[in-house]
């Protein structure tokens, strides 16, 4: 899959630059100065022309004092106050930047630093690259092989290297050289006279801070007298320059990072704000956008990203680029009086298609109650029936009971199509109530997931994108918070106003976007995308039985474990300590027990880190760190999985209904969440064993029917390879086959351990794996593992082909297809970041393989759901894994399941690949037997 990328900017840091760097005396027509604003929203034209992102954010400081002057009284006390004339430009700014289509953070208590600091360590967590845009060189401390530094105005990038060249110290050490000299601006105290040199030198020597205060005495000369002085204060300095970076900022971003994708600008109200501080050029071009109703970006790029859109022909016609025409007038109406319900029914009795939504009390679909129903019949015309709102907010509403039991035929009647946005949520909804929704023909969110897999599909940011108009948030109604209101509490005007926008919105969407689509496309939505969102409701509302007693049992055992193993811990350490404390770890590991650390990755206080790499290089010749790792694992296990199942637990149902979510993997992969089963682990005994807790009634099985190789089978296809052809379809053990090819012997004389090269060589290189990756996963070294590699295409030359020619068409077309014509877009593919287009050049070369298993086990998920219908049978789908689909079968039914299962996997490619598609099928009294 693609590498995101998350573009951080420091507003506040923008900003005084900005007002620094503007000699021209700028002003808005009322006199009100505009040379800061002018100077920082062209730097961010800038930053997004030149550096490809996914994801962004501005962030600024927010008013008033922090968590550093509880420390420190006197932190930053000689800052002069703002410059009168830059006031009112700070207080504009952030809400320009936010038309500009920049998503913008202000948080309390805390530094924009520690902001970007706090969302540079997530965007690492999750596999990120970072670019963050600020002159401040405190930031230096969070640059790391995914974190670059870019100064846009002096044009400087700060990398690794980049760091220690500039500042003369490794970017860890950071916060060591900072504290020793001090920050006259920030007021931080430092040692006195210790410029950048001696800094620097003195680290060099010593490596951290605390080193060179242990070494103090050794300093000889007025600067050693200097730094005895500051030794009191020193620790407060270290602490003062330290950027936090575990930030709550579950309030700000409701969806963690992925709030933070890169929006539209706001066309119609930057209009306004550009007349308002004259500024004429830009004024000119967001009216030419509104005018031509274009999606070009102000930053110089078309609304699809300058990185994804290498040749806009080949990817949308011109067509694709235009809005519909808006209605003149909106006729939003609320529906509360009998006379007004009557003639909604006689307008859904003569309708053919509608849009739908619903407002309700709970994002969990399961256990939602109505609050409202809204229904649009066409462009700018909606009602909003309000059902369960407050009484101070809705004085007057209809009975519920009644008008489910009147809207239930039009809702049950397959004739009727329904239009929406992520309609298998209204789905649930409405069973929750016995209502069966039937006639769903369109969704705005799969769409949009078809046509731009790699943007957001949010109804806001398809509205913006798509109608080039904003919405009303749900926020903006309810507040965010500790403060939010309940949708029920919200009055009905405005409510009204809210929903039948929701249901007119997806209607114009789903409609346009629908008609942007190539004839693939279409297919692709109507016959794939659509009838799996009602194969994953089905499964999400059977659910899977869950054993409580099964985990119980499982979490008792892995606290004893536990406890055994920390009693390991202490007496290979010869002392009790916290096997959660990185620093007493450290110190036993590293101090204590001596274990070497050259080599090993150091944290950004200069200590020898102990995460899981390192402890995982220790472990094969060292007894603690393997404990440790035994331990993480276990605990994690014990903690997301054996304690928190049971918790999950639906009372009503006995069981766990996780959510599968649709539009969310660029390669067309499913998620699923609450709980994830795509991560439940399998690599361990006592992994594999949380399996055993999914369960199937008295009477049932589970079966299990998962696709064998599947993605080296379509590497075999698309590369044409003959061997790797000849090797599938003679049924023969391809990693045995690759072990002989690769190792020169006959397949019989393969022994295990070269049939584990050969398999992780396999697996690696559809992957995109290079020497370096290869060489860690096997424990060899680099000129080994090229050797490897260098034998393997040798006898497999049409895989190396298909790699050239996958990366080629990538960085020409800005994106590859899968076989069923998914488009994978790849906006990293032309970076001018090497790692970052390394990055998009693997995933260019897997996307279409992993596409291709997505594409084949949806279809198999809609052919073996459509014969258990049509068949009668009783046996149900209740779960899909990766390649993988999970059936709860009566036991009448399992011969008859377990022969045809294979059958119809086998045939859902409609004879398109060049080797057999294998599903191999196992049956038990739960998920683990049925393995």
Not at 281 to 294: F, G, H, P, S
Not at 350 to 361: K, N, P, R, S, V
Not at 867 to 879: E, P, R
């Amino acid at each position: 899959m693609t590498t995101q990328t998350l573009l951080l900017v420091d507003g506040s840091s923008y900003l005084y630059r900005a007002y620094h760097a503007m000699r021209q005396n700028l002003s808005a027509p009322d006199g009100t100065p505009t040379g800061a604003l002018y100077g920082v929203l062209n730097m961010l034209r800038r930053l997004r022309a030149d550096y490809a992102h996914s994801h962004c954010a501005v962030v600024f400081d927010a008013k008033g004092k922090n968590f550093r002057h509880a420390m420190f009284p006197d932190y930053k006390a000689t800052r002069p106050p703002m410059p009168d004339d830059l006031r009112p430009q700070a207080e504009a700014l952030p809400e320009l930047v936010w038309l500009m289509g920049w998503p913008v953070l202000v948080v309390p208590d805390v530094e924009a630093d520690d902001v970007i600091g706090t969302l540079a360590k997530e965007g690492e967590a999750e596999g990120w690259d970072v670019v963050i845009s600020t002159g401040d060189k405190d930031m230096a401390q969070l640059v790391s092989a995914r974190v670059t530094l870019v100064n846009t105005m002096s044009g400087e990038t700060l990398d690794i290297a980049g760091v220690q060249a500039k500042f003369g110290v490794r970017p860890e050490q950071i916060r060591d050289y900072l504290a020793l000299m001090g920050d006259k601006v920030d007021n931080v105290p430092g040692v006195e006279k210790c410029g950048p040199k001696t800094a620097a030198k003195w680290l060099a020597e010593y490596g951290t801070l605390t080193e060179v205060m242990a070494h103090a005495a050794d300093i000889k000369g007025k600067v050693g007298e200097y730094l005895q002085a500051a030794l009191p204060q020193l620790p407060l300095s270290y602490e003062l320059v330290t950027i936090k970076t575990d930030v709550d900022l579950h309030s700000e971003l409701s969806d963690g990072l992925h709030s933070l994708h890169r929006q539209t600008p706001r066309w119609s109200q930057l209009v306004a704000e550009f007349k308002r501080y004259g500024f004429r050029t830009w004024l000119k071009e967001a009216e030419t956008q509104m005018q031509e109703t274009a999606n070009t970006d102000l930053f110089g790029s078309e609304y699809i990203g300058e990185q994804a859109a290498l040749a806009t022909e080949t990817m949308l016609s011109e067509k694709a680029f235009e809005r519909p025409a808006a209605p003149e007038t909106l006729d939003y109406q609320a529906v509360t009086t009998e006379a007004q319900f009557a003639a909604l029914l006689d307008k859904l009795a003569a309708a053919e298609a509608i849009g739908l939504d619903t407002e309700t009390t709970s994002l969990d679909a399961m256990t939602a109650k109505l609050v409202g129903i809204s229904i649009a019949f066409q462009a700018g015309e909606a009602v909003y029936i309000p059902l369960g709102h407050t009484p101070a907010a809705a004085p007057q509403q209809l009975d519920l009971s009644d008008v489910l039991g009147r809207l239930k035929p039009h809702l049950e009647n397959a004739c009727l199509k329904k239009i929406g946005q992520n309609l298998k949520y209204d789905q649930h909804v409405f069973a929750n109530y016995g209502i069966a929704l039937n006639g769903i023909a369109g969704d705005g969110m799969l769409a949009s997931y078809i046509l731009e897999s790699h943007l957001g599909h949010g109804l806001d940011e398809l509205s913006e994108r798509w109608l080039g108009l904003q919405t009303v948030k749900y926020e903006d109604l309810c507040g965010k918070g500790a403060k939010q209101i309940s949708f029920a509490d919200v009055a009905i005007g405005q409510a009204t106003e809210y929903a039948c926008q929701d249901a007119d919105f997806a209607l114009r969407i789903e409609s346009w976007l629908k008609a942007r689509m190539t004839a693939q496309q279409l297919e692709m939505y109507e016959k794939m995308e659509l009838p799996v969102a009602q194969v994953l409701f089905e499964m999400e509302r059977t659910g899977v039985q869950i054993d409580k007693a099964e985990l119980d049992r499982q979490s008792h055992e892995l606290g004893n474990q536990l406890i055994e193993l920390e009693k390991q811990a202490y007496e290979t350490a010869g002392q009790p300590f916290n096997l959660n404390s990185p620093k007493q770890l450290q110190e036993i590991l590293f101090d204590k027990m001596g274990i070497p650390t050259k080599g090993l990755k150091k944290t950004a206080s200069g200590g020898i880190s102990t995460n899981e790499a390192v402890l995982e290089t220790l472990a094969p010749d060292y007894p603690l760190p393997k404990i440790i790792l035994q331990n993480r694992s276990l605990a994690k296990l014990k903690s997301t999985y054996t304690d928190k199942l049971p918790e999950m637990i639906n009372p009503r149902t006995g069981r766990v209904h996780t959510t599968y979510a649709q539009a969310v993997a660029i390669t067309g992969r499913l998620a699923s969440s609450n709980p994830n089963l795509q991560n439940i682990p399998i690599r361990t005994a006592e992994g594999r064993r949380v399996r055993r807790a999914f369960t199937a009634p008295s009477g049932s099985l589970i079966v299990s029917a998962d696709y064998s190789q599947i993605e080296l089978r379509i590497m075999a296809h698309l590369s044409g390879d003959k061997t790797l052809l000849e090797a599938f379809k003679n049924g023969e053990d391809i990693h045995r086959r690759t072990a002989a090819e690769v190792f020169g012997v006959p397949p019989e004389n393969v022994g295990s351990e070269q049939r584990r090269y050969a398999k992780t060589i396999n697996f690696g290189l559809i992957y995109g794996m290079g020497q370096y990756g290869l060489a860690k996963s096997l424990g060899i070294d680099n000129l080994s593992a090229k050797n490897f590699i260098d034998r393997y295409f040798a006898r497999y030359p049409g895989v190396a082909d298909y790699m050239q020619r996958t990366k080629e068409q990538a960085a020409a077309l800005g994106y590859v297809e899968t076989l069923f014509g998914r488009r994978l877009y790849l906006p990293d593919i032309r970076a001018a970041n090497a790692n970052a287009r390394a990055g998009a050049e693997r995933a260019a070369i897997n996307a279409p393989m992993q596409g291709t298993a997505s594409d084949l086990i949806k279809r198999a998920m809609i052919d073996v759901r459509n014969w258990l219908v049509s068949d009668g049978l009783q046996s149900k789908l209740i779960m899909q894994v990766h390649d993988e689909l999970v059936l709860e079968v009566v036991e009448t039914e399992l011969d008859l399941v377990r022969g045809k299962l294979p059958e119809i996997m086998a045939k859902v490619d409609g004879g398109m690949l060049d080797v057999p598609l294998v599903a191999e099928v196992g049956s038990g009294e739960d998920w683990e037997g049925a393995h």
